[in-house]
């Protein structure tokens, strides 16, 4: 499986942004799907989660600003971001499991991709 994630970019505080994530190769093992960020000097962190049914789950950092959607058709998984803030400054990488979610922030995805850089001035 690889993950091929887009949309990163600079904006400033207030702005918006939309993160794509494109799947290939053995993609019918992919069921729960993720985003998760690496702040600078940080720890990963687990963003925000949709599972096999469409299920969606949010860091609290997040709620009410960030949407995970994904659409099975086109094996793309994406991250919609409003109102973003200087603290949203990461590396923000996409994710892939076989199982049908990911259960919570210490789960390990098997598949993962690069990453894309967001950085919100303020």
């Known amino acids: 499986v690889r993950l091929v994630e887009s949309g990163g970019g600079l904006v400033q505080a207030g702005g918006s942004l939309r993160l794509s994530c494109a799947a290939s190769g053995n993609i019918y093992s992919i069921n729960a799907m993720g985003w998760y960020r690496q702040p600078p000097g940080k720890e990963r962190e687990l963003v925000a989660t949709i599972s096999s049914r469409g299920t969606t789950d949010y860091a609290d950092s997040v709620k009410g600003r960030f949407t995970i959607s994904r659409d099975n058709a086109k094996n793309s998984l994406f991250l919609d971001m409003v109102n973003l803030k200087p603290e949203d400054t990461a590396m923000y990488f996409c994710?892939?499991?076989?199982?049908?979610?990911?259960?919570?922030?210490?789960?390990?995805?098997?598949?993962w991709g690069q990453g894309t850089q967001v950085s919100v001035s303020s």
């Open positions: 994710a892939a499991t076989w199982d049908t979610e990911i259960r919570g922030p210490t789960y390990y995805p098997a598949y």
